[in-house]
């Protein structure tokens, strides 16, 4: 049974950083691309980052609005994932969730994702 689990949200200033992690067991994680989409209330769910291959084929790919700021990466050792934030936003406040699918998928849109954790909120605010 595959399992994504996000961790690392809460509550902090605008300017200040967080790193989310997402936990995953069941499938190959080396061989999957992996995702991570935010939703805001009353908003659609919107791609924030995605990493695929490794080594030196490694590939990340980030929405314009984290662009600079956020940082994707995953640890194959620990099967886990990362999504690292820094100069955070009122407007990054959203719940966050992981995904993994398999490669070669349009990886800004959730149908190219095949496994959800059941996200973390983040929330930015002074």
């Known amino acids: 049974q595959v399992q994504l689990v996000e961790s690392g949200g809460g509550l902090v200033q605008p300017g200040d950083s967080l790193r989310l992690s997402c936990a995953t067991s069941?499938?190959?994680?080396?061989?999957?691309?992996m995702g991570w989409f935010r939703q805001a209330p009353g908003k659609e769910r919107e791609f924030v980052a995605a990493?695929?291959?490794?080594?030196?084929?490694?590939?990340?790919y980030y929405a314009d609005s984290v662009k600079g700021r956020f940082t994707i990466s995953r640890d194959y050792a620990k099967n886990t994932g990362y999504l690292q934030m820094n100069s955070l936003k009122p407007e990054d406040t959203a719940v966050y969730y992981c995904?993994?699918?398999?490669?070669?998928?349009?990886?800004?849109?959730?149908?190219?994702?095949?496994?959800w954790g059941q996200g973390t909120q983040v929330t930015v605010s002074s």
């Open positions: 995904a993994t699918g398999r490669p070669g998928g349009d990886y800004y849109y959730p149908i190219a994702y095949d496994y």
């Open positions: 069941g499938h190959s994680f080396s061989t999957y691309a």
């Open positions: 990493i695929s291959g490794s080594g030196a084929n490694t590939y990340s």
